[in-house]
């Protein structure tokens, strides 16, 4: 596949992972459930994987793993851009 197919792909993946993250922030939001893991960022209550007993932390857990996801997706797509774009190509600025 060529490197810029590839990088293209990879871009549009990362544009719909971003617009599920703000889909679901939404929800989060307009639920009320962004308290849901209370102020135990990045855990809860101590734990990684936290026991969802409430629907507001499964929905505040979620955002956050897609989130993380999101972060990932981007630092994959800067370094691929990075490795198989040309300099000067816009998409490396």
Same mark, same amino acid.
């Given at each position: 596949? @060529?490197?810029? $197919?590839? &990088?293209?792909?990879? +871009?549009?993946?990362?544009?719909v992972? $971003?617009l599920?993250?703000?889909?679901?922030?939404?929800?989060?939001? +307009?639920?009320?459930?962004g308290?849901?893991?209370?102020?135990?960022?990045? $855990?809860?209550?101590?734990?990684?994987?936290?026991?969802? @007993?409430?629907?507001?932390?499964?929905?505040? &857990?979620?955002?956050?793993?897609?989130s993380? +996801?999101?972060?990932?997706?981007?630092v994959? $797509?800067?370094?691929?851009?990075?490795?198989?774009?040309?300099?000067?190509? @816009?998409?490396?600025?």
């Amino acid at each position: 596949m @060529p490197s810029r $197919l590839r &990088f293209a792909r990879l +871009a549009v993946i990362t544009l719909v992972l $971003l617009l599920a993250v703000i889909v679901w922030g939404t929800l989060v939001r +307009a639920s009320g459930s962004g308290a849901g893991c209370a102020n135990h960022w990045a $855990l809860r209550n101590g734990e990684i994987v936290p026991r969802m @007993p409430a629907v507001g932390t499964r929905i505040e &857990f979620v955002h956050r793993v897609s989130s993380g +996801a999101m972060l990932v997706a981007v630092v994959v $797509l800067a370094i691929v851009g990075r490795r198989d774009l040309a300099r000067g190509h @816009p998409a490396r600025r």
